[in-house]
């Protein structure tokens, strides 16, 4: 059993490495569902094996045998080799609530202060421009959604590559992109390989918001000279927006401006290797359900309720 709890917390290792190859192999709209389903679902069979793992220790402990109603031992390999492994598992339970609780109360608090900045100044329909001399323009999330955009900013472009701008910050909005890399956040705390894993997805949501902006203007070209631009101007300079807050500045802006100098990748079959991180994710779930399930059947009979 612990064996099989052990398979949802190694496959998550192989995440990064398949998630590039997904960015290079995939449109960039198809890497950004592939690689945040399959974050989201590592993620989840990760916590659910950790949980799994910790319980199975603690109802070794008599208290919590108690608790738990047990009136036979509960069927497990020797308590050396479970409970070092259910402290450890408790604790990186712990240790992931911790660090996803200071991340939210950041991102909140970040997500609050733009939005009551933003409110503060006169809308032109759903682009709001900040005094500031620091260049800067992203889009915020929530109702209604807004493109915020500095004066350093504006002042930066010229009025066609401003435009190439904003239909940038629209496809995040309009692609809800700020969802993604919640969802990217949050696997990132739940287990530390997913890390790289969150960045991937960073990357996607970024270059699908270039090709719907280069659609939008009719012209990738300009589309990579008003990122190109737009993050040259923010060279050197600190930004407080929230992670979760997709730009077109973030990101490799050399290797986003590249892809878009190049043809456009349509859709096709779905490449293998997506296929391959998809399955990754699917057996991360099946196997932490299954060890769940087995160690629910283990309780059970210590509980007298099922025979042995």
């Not at 699908?208 to 737009?230: N, Q, S, Y």
Request: charged share 15%; net charge positive; aromatic share 2%.
């Amino acid at each position: 059993m612990i064996a099989l709890l052990l398979v949802p917390l190694l496959l998550p290792c192989a995440a990064p490495a398949l998630a590039r190859r997904v960015l290079d192999r995939c449109p960039p709209v198809a890497a950004l569902w592939t690689l945040t389903v399959s974050a989201l679902l590592l993620a989840g069979g990760s916590v659910a094996a950790l949980g799994t793992l910790a319980l199975t220790g603690l109802l070794r402990i008599p208290a919590f045998a108690a608790l738990g109603e047990l009136v036979h031992p509960l069927r497990t390999p020797s308590e050396r080799l479970v409970l070092p492994i259910a402290a450890l598992a408790a604790g990186l339970l712990v240790l992931a609530a911790l660090t996803l609780g200071t991340s939210l109360v950041r991102q909140a608090a970040g997500l609050r202060t733009a939005r009551a900045q933003a409110d503060r100044r006169p809308a032109a329909g759903d682009l709001c421009v900040v005094d500031s001399p620091r260049p800067d323009a992203y889009a915020l999330p929530g109702r209604p959604h807004r493109i915020v955009v500095t004066t350093a900013m504006l002042r930066s472009l010229d009025a066609s590559e401003r435009e190439a701008l904003f239909a940038h910050e629209r496809a995040h909005n309009s692609g809800g992109h700020h969802y993604f890399l919640a969802t990217a956040e949050l696997a990132a705390h739940c287990h530390p390989a997913l890390r790289p894993v969150r960045e991937a997805i960073r990357l996607a949501a970024e270059r699908a918001a270039d090709e719907a902006a280069a659609t939008a203007v009719g012209d990738r070209h300009l589309t990579a000279r008003a990122i190109a631009r737009a993050a040259l101007a923010t060279t050197g300079q600190d930004t407080v927006r929230p992670t979760v807050t997709p730009a077109a500045t973030t990101g490799p802006v050399p290797r986003r401006v590249a892809a878009l100098l190049a043809p456009a990748r349509h859709a096709r079959a779905v490449p293998w290797i997506a296929a391959l991180l998809a399955t990754c994710a699917v057996l991360s779930c099946a196997t932490a359900a299954t060890g769940a399930f087995r160690v629910h059947e283990d309780i059970e009979i210590a509980q007298g309720e099922a025979a042995d």
